[in-house]
Protein backbone atom coordinates (compact mmCIF):
# COMPACT_ATOMS: atom_id res chain seq x y z
CA UNK A 1 0.00 0.00 0.00
CA UNK A 2 1.37 3.38 -1.11
CA UNK A 3 0.38 5.95 1.85
CA UNK A 4 1.20 9.81 1.66
CA UNK A 5 0.85 12.15 4.31
CA UNK A 6 0.26 15.61 3.15
CA UNK A 7 1.03 19.25 5.28
CA UNK A 8 0.60 22.90 3.54
CA UNK A 9 2.09 26.25 5.67
CA UNK A 10 3.39 29.62 4.26
CA UNK A 11 5.46 32.26 5.81
CA UNK A 12 2.45 33.64 8.71
CA UNK A 13 2.77 30.32 10.67
CA UNK A 14 6.26 29.34 9.61
CA UNK A 15 6.90 29.59 13.44
CA UNK A 16 5.55 26.39 14.29
CA UNK A 17 4.47 24.52 11.21
CA UNK A 18 7.59 23.76 10.42
CA UNK A 19 8.12 22.12 13.76
CA UNK A 20 4.69 20.07 13.15
CA UNK A 21 6.39 19.19 9.62
CA UNK A 22 9.87 17.62 11.11
CA UNK A 23 7.85 15.62 13.76
CA UNK A 24 5.39 14.38 11.45
CA UNK A 25 8.92 13.65 9.09
CA UNK A 26 9.92 11.40 11.81
CA UNK A 27 6.72 9.56 12.27
CA UNK A 28 6.89 8.77 8.42
CA UNK A 29 9.77 8.05 8.24
CA UNK A 30 9.15 5.42 11.29
CA UNK A 31 6.43 4.05 8.87
CA UNK A 32 7.52 4.23 5.06
CA UNK A 33 4.78 7.11 4.78
CA UNK A 34 5.95 9.81 1.96
CA UNK A 35 5.63 13.13 3.17
CA UNK A 36 4.26 15.66 0.88
CA UNK A 37 4.77 19.22 1.85
CA UNK A 38 3.43 22.57 0.23
CA UNK A 39 3.97 26.10 0.57
CA UNK A 40 2.51 27.52 -2.94
CA UNK A 41 -1.13 28.77 -2.91
CA UNK A 42 -4.02 27.99 -5.33
CA UNK A 43 -7.08 29.74 -4.72
CA UNK A 44 -6.73 33.77 -4.73
CA UNK A 45 -9.49 34.74 -2.53
CA UNK A 46 -10.06 32.06 0.13
CA UNK A 47 -8.26 31.33 3.36
CA UNK A 48 -5.23 29.32 3.37
CA UNK A 49 -7.10 26.46 5.41
CA UNK A 50 -9.04 25.90 1.69
CA UNK A 51 -5.57 24.93 0.16
CA UNK A 52 -5.50 21.41 1.44
CA UNK A 53 -8.40 20.57 -1.25
CA UNK A 54 -6.54 21.27 -4.88
CA UNK A 55 -2.97 19.72 -3.26
CA UNK A 56 -5.01 16.59 -2.08
CA UNK A 57 -6.16 16.58 -5.73
CA UNK A 58 -3.08 17.38 -7.16
CA UNK A 59 -1.40 14.51 -5.44
CA UNK A 60 -3.43 11.94 -4.44
CA UNK A 61 -3.78 9.82 -8.16
CA UNK A 62 -0.12 8.82 -7.04
CA UNK A 63 -1.10 7.32 -3.18
CA UNK A 64 -3.58 4.61 -2.61
CA UNK A 65 -4.50 6.79 0.29
CA UNK A 66 -3.29 10.43 1.42
CA UNK A 67 -3.41 11.44 5.04
CA UNK A 68 -4.02 15.06 5.57
CA UNK A 69 -2.63 16.92 8.61
CA UNK A 70 -3.14 20.54 9.73
CA UNK A 71 0.09 22.48 10.27
CA UNK A 72 -0.85 22.50 13.71
CA UNK A 73 -1.21 19.27 14.41
CA UNK A 74 1.23 16.23 14.18
CA UNK A 75 1.61 12.70 15.09
CA UNK A 76 2.83 11.55 18.21
CA UNK A 77 5.82 9.50 17.60
CA UNK A 78 5.25 6.30 19.70
CA UNK A 79 1.42 6.21 18.45
CA UNK A 80 0.74 3.20 16.32
CA UNK A 81 0.99 2.64 12.56
CA UNK A 82 -2.02 4.56 11.33
CA UNK A 83 -2.20 1.75 8.26
CA UNK A 84 -4.18 0.28 11.14
CA UNK A 85 -6.91 2.68 10.85
CA UNK A 86 -7.04 2.49 7.31
CA UNK A 87 -7.14 -1.39 7.15
CA UNK A 88 -10.38 -1.60 9.75
CA UNK A 89 -12.43 0.99 7.19
CA UNK A 90 -10.97 -0.33 4.06
CA UNK A 91 -14.65 -0.24 2.16
CA UNK A 92 -14.53 3.70 3.09
CA UNK A 93 -13.66 6.74 0.41
CA UNK A 94 -12.83 9.03 3.53
CA UNK A 95 -11.79 8.49 7.06
CA UNK A 96 -13.05 11.18 9.41
CA UNK A 97 -12.61 12.30 12.88
CA UNK A 98 -15.08 14.46 14.94
CA UNK A 99 -14.59 18.04 16.58
CA UNK A 100 -14.76 18.56 20.08
CA UNK A 101 -17.72 17.22 21.83
CA UNK A 102 -18.65 14.91 18.45
CA UNK A 103 -20.58 18.08 16.75
CA UNK A 104 -18.85 18.25 13.48
CA UNK A 105 -16.09 16.84 11.73
CA UNK A 106 -12.97 18.63 12.16
CA UNK A 107 -10.82 18.81 8.88
CA UNK A 108 -7.49 19.24 10.57
CA UNK A 109 -7.18 15.63 9.83
CA UNK A 110 -8.81 12.79 7.82
CA UNK A 111 -7.76 10.01 5.14
CA UNK A 112 -8.68 9.96 1.48
CA UNK A 113 -9.15 6.64 -0.67
CA UNK A 114 -7.22 7.10 -4.26
CA UNK A 115 -11.02 6.08 -6.05
CA UNK A 116 -13.81 8.04 -8.53
CA UNK A 117 -15.35 8.85 -5.70
CA UNK A 118 -13.06 10.47 -3.71
CA UNK A 119 -11.80 12.81 -6.93
CA UNK A 120 -15.60 14.17 -7.50
CA UNK A 121 -16.31 14.57 -4.11
CA UNK A 122 -12.72 16.74 -3.65
CA UNK A 123 -13.92 18.45 -7.08
CA UNK A 124 -16.86 19.15 -5.30
CA UNK A 125 -15.87 20.50 -2.21
CA UNK A 126 -13.36 22.53 -3.35
CA UNK A 127 -15.04 24.22 -6.56
CA UNK A 128 -18.60 24.31 -6.09
CA UNK A 129 -19.11 28.11 -6.03
CA UNK A 130 -22.93 27.51 -4.95
CA UNK A 131 -21.14 25.36 -2.01
CA UNK A 132 -18.87 28.48 -1.26
CA UNK A 133 -21.40 30.93 -1.42
CA UNK A 134 -23.96 28.95 0.98
CA UNK A 135 -21.77 28.65 3.49
CA UNK A 136 -23.56 29.62 6.99
CA UNK A 137 -19.85 28.80 8.82
CA UNK A 138 -17.39 30.81 6.54
CA UNK A 139 -15.59 31.19 9.68
CA UNK A 140 -15.15 27.88 9.89
CA UNK A 141 -13.66 27.80 5.85
CA UNK A 142 -13.55 24.07 4.22
CA UNK A 143 -14.85 22.62 7.44
CA UNK A 144 -17.94 24.91 7.01
CA UNK A 145 -19.08 23.66 3.74
CA UNK A 146 -18.20 19.93 4.39
CA UNK A 147 -20.64 20.08 7.44
CA UNK A 148 -23.07 21.57 5.17
CA UNK A 149 -22.53 18.71 2.64
CA UNK A 150 -22.96 15.91 5.83
CA UNK A 151 -26.32 17.69 6.70
CA UNK A 152 -27.44 17.11 3.26
CA UNK A 153 -26.02 14.13 2.62
CA UNK A 154 -24.09 15.41 -0.76
CA UNK A 155 -23.12 12.58 -3.30
CA UNK A 156 -23.89 10.11 -0.24
CA UNK A 157 -20.98 11.03 1.49
CA UNK A 158 -22.09 9.51 4.66
CA UNK A 159 -22.37 6.36 3.26
CA UNK A 160 -19.09 6.73 1.50
CA UNK A 161 -17.38 8.01 4.76
CA UNK A 162 -16.57 6.76 8.35
CA UNK A 163 -16.46 8.72 10.98
CA UNK A 164 -14.20 8.60 14.58
CA UNK A 165 -15.45 10.49 17.83
CA UNK A 166 -13.31 12.78 19.20
CA UNK A 167 -10.40 11.55 21.33
CA UNK A 168 -9.84 8.68 19.07
CA UNK A 169 -7.69 9.98 15.98
CA UNK A 170 -7.27 13.68 16.87
CA UNK A 171 -7.66 15.53 20.29
CA UNK A 172 -6.94 19.08 21.22
CA UNK A 173 -4.63 19.03 24.00
CA UNK A 174 -1.02 17.85 23.93
CA UNK A 175 -1.14 14.42 26.35
CA UNK A 176 2.30 13.05 27.88
CA UNK A 177 0.02 9.39 29.18
CA UNK A 178 0.52 6.09 27.53
CA UNK A 179 -3.49 5.98 26.12
CA UNK A 180 -3.60 8.84 23.59
CA UNK A 181 -4.85 9.26 19.92
CA UNK A 182 -2.69 8.94 16.69
CA UNK A 183 -2.68 13.37 16.55
CA UNK A 184 -2.24 16.58 18.41
CA UNK A 185 -4.06 18.82 16.74
CA UNK A 186 -3.70 22.61 18.99
CA UNK A 187 -7.10 24.04 17.27
CA UNK A 188 -8.14 27.07 18.99
CA UNK A 189 -4.45 27.81 20.54
CA UNK A 190 -2.48 30.71 20.35
CA UNK A 191 0.54 31.37 18.55
CA UNK A 192 2.76 30.85 21.30
CA UNK A 193 1.41 28.12 22.78
CA UNK A 194 1.39 25.98 19.45
CA UNK A 195 5.32 27.21 19.32
CA UNK A 196 6.22 26.36 22.80
CA UNK A 197 4.50 23.05 22.53
CA UNK A 198 5.39 21.90 19.43
CA UNK A 199 9.16 22.85 19.31
CA UNK A 200 9.17 21.14 23.00
CA UNK A 201 7.86 17.59 21.94
CA UNK A 202 10.19 18.08 18.62
CA UNK A 203 13.52 18.34 20.61
CA UNK A 204 12.44 15.88 23.26
CA UNK A 205 11.47 12.77 20.73
CA UNK A 206 14.84 14.09 18.51
CA UNK A 207 16.55 13.16 21.78
CA UNK A 208 15.02 10.59 22.49
CA UNK A 209 16.34 8.70 19.62
CA UNK A 210 19.85 9.11 19.30
Not at 11 to 33: H, L, P, Q, V, W
Request: aromatic fraction near 20%.
Amino acid sequence: MKLGLIMFYDEAIEDYAYFSYKINEMYCEKYGIKLILSKTKTYKNRHPAWERLPLILKNLKNYDYLIWVDADAFFYYDSDNIIDIIKENYSSNFIFSNDIKDKNINTGFFIVKNTEYSFNFLNRWAFDENLYESNTMKYWWDQGVLIYIFENNILNIKENSITYDYGILQDFNFSESKKKPFICHLAGKDKNTRVSIIKDYFKNISEASF
